[in-house]
Structures are given as C-alpha cells and as structure tokens.
C-alpha cells in the first residue's frame, strides 16, 4: 500500500513538471553580436593589398556597426599566402590571393568573404595620352599601364568630371557626348591611390555638304553606347 502510494506522488510530480513545461515557454539564447545595432549584414571590404611579411587586423561591421571580433571564426583558403588567426588578424607571406572567410559562431546565415592580395603595390601609371580632342558622337579609347607589371592589384578606376560633356567606362573607353571639357582621373585601388589625369575636349560634329543637320563622325556610336556594359558613374 505504502509503495503504491508513493508511485502515485512520484507520478502526480512528473504530471506536474510536464505541465509545467508546456505553460511556461523556454526562452532560446539569442546571439550576441556586441557593440551592433542590429540594421545591416555582416560586411568586409571586397579585398584587400598586401606586401609581404606584414599583418593586418580585420575589422568586420554587422548593421553599419563595428562587429566584436571574437564573435567570428575566420579561415584562409591558401595559408600559404596568407594566415587569419581567431582575432581576425591577417599575416601576409608570399605572393598570391587567399580568401578570407569571415563567419558568426552564433548564427550560421551570418557570413561574408574578402580576397587578400599578397605583393607589390602600383608605383606608377602611364597613359596613351594627356590630352584628347574628341567630336561628339565620337570616343576615345584611353589606355592605362601600371609598374609594376606584376603589382599584386592593377586594377584602376576612371573619373569623370563633367560626365555630360565626357562619359568614361570602367575599361577607360571616353564618349564625347556633348560640347565641352571634362577631366578624366585614373586611380589606383591598392591603396597608394596614384592618379593621373586626361584632359578631353569634345568639339561639335562635322557638318555634312548634302546635310544641313550635321552627321556623326561614328554612325556606331549610339548603339555602341547602347551596349556598353561596363559604363560607371563615379561623379557621387
């Protein structure tokens, strides 16, 4: 009797913390993200350049604010490049491209990657030109060089001053699209940030003798500037 009765408190006790677990919801760890307001996603510069032997701190931002670092695993893709260790922070050794895999150890939808660049910097740019008349309705393919010729990031970005008198794609082709003068500026983005200019001057088209309206020197240039992809504002 005595033992059947004690199964019975045992059991009424267990009915009474099942239901009490059912009523009262248990509360999930939410993830920790210090110093963030929580508006934006997990971000890094796209890449970043770097000489040999040389070390830099990863700073990640989460929302627009500066993310706590020890809330990420961080993982290199070539080690031998370069090595990332729990801090976020970067040592460079030879010449190459690692990529840099930034990830929350709380939430696993929160990532983002940038390239490093391991090698020399651009010293120098060398243009096909310093100055440039073009008519309208014409272009003008600008030519740029960079040394070194093995730097570790080449690539450069074109400017235009007045892109209504001169617009500039990003592989540094110049339409003159109205009379006028504008200044094209190419810049490194290795962080040297060397530039170098052209100045580009659009003169009115050639009038035809048989046509009082005027023709373009380039019957191709509307519909090549219809295709350009690769066309970039930088006047923000």
Wanted: hydrophobic share 30%; with cysteine; charged share 20%.
């Amino acid at each position: 009797m005595k033992m059947h009765k004690h199964y019975k408190i045992i059991s009424c006790s267990l009915a009474f913390i099942l239901l009490l677990l059912i009523i009262i919801p248990v509360k999930a760890d939410s993830p920790h993200f210090s110093r963030q307001t929580i508006t934006s996603d997990l971000k890094l510069d796209a890449y970043y350049v770097m000489g040999r032997r040389s070390t830099l701190q990863l700073s990640p931002t989460y929302k627009g604010q500066i993310a706590d670092t020890s809330d990420y695993y961080y993982t290199s893709s070539n080690q031998r490049v370069a090595k990332v260790d729990s801090s976020g922070l970067v040592t460079s050794y030879k010449k190459g491209v690692s990529r840099i895999t930034v990830q929350s150890k709380t939430n696993d939808s929160l990532i983002c990657t940038t390239n490093i660049y391991v090698g020399k910097k651009v010293s120098k740019i060398r243009l096909s030109s310093s100055k440039k008349v073009i008519m309208e309705g014409n272009y003008y393919m600008l030519k740029a060089s960079v040394s070194p010729s093995k730097a570790a990031y080449k690539k450069l970005e074109y400017i235009s001053s007045n892109p209504r008198v001169a617009k500039v794609s990003s592989k540094g082709k110049v339409y003159g699209l109205s009379e006028g003068t504008a200044t094209i500026t190419i810049r490194t983005l290795d962080g040297t940030n060397i530039k170098r200019t052209c100045s580009i001057t659009v003169i009115p088209p050639i009038k035809s003798a048989n046509d009082d309206t005027g023709i373009f020197p380039n019957p191709f240039f509307e519909n090549n500037m219809n295709n350009e992809t690769a066309i970039t504002d930088y006047t923000k």
